[in-house]
């Protein structure tokens, strides 16, 4: 199995920063891309960064200039900053993994339990 672990989360005021962190482990033969999503209540999931195991990113529009996603490959662990953040950034924050599994044939996306980040005004 493999699971993906997230940490990092809490309160914080406006214009403060958090940074969260996501460790995979288990049976892991390679990772592909790595990325960040959230959802607020009564919203959808949506997509907040991404990130190639070559380090290519990319951003929602919303966080663009505020965050910013890298990873260790050597630990299987992916980050995201996040600075300047606002009360519409409060959300409960997943992260997602490509995975391959050892002996498996294809990839399968894993997603962590997530982790809280509420921002006050």
């Known amino acids: 199995q493999v699971q993906l672990v997230e940490s990092g989360g809490g309160l914080v005021q406006a214009g403060g920063s958090l940074r969260l962190s996501c460790a995979a482990s288990?049976?892991?033969?390679?990772?592909?891309?790595m990325g960040w999503y959230r959802q607020a209540p009564g919203n959808q999931r949506e997509l907040v960064a991404t990130?190639?195991?070559?380090?290519?990113?990319n951003y929602a529009d919303s966080v663009k200039g505020r965050f910013t996603i890298s990873r260790d490959n050597a630990k299987n662990t992916v980050y995201l900053q996040m600075n300047s953040l606002s009360p519409e950034d409060t959300a409960v924050y997943y992260c997602n993994a490509e995975v391959l599994r050892r002996g498996a044939w294809r990839t399968f996306h894993y997603w962590g339990q997530g982790t809280q980040v509420t921002v006050s005004s």
């Open positions: 288990g049976d892991i033969f390679s990772i592909n891309g």
């Open positions: 990130i190639t195991n070559g380090g290519n990113s």
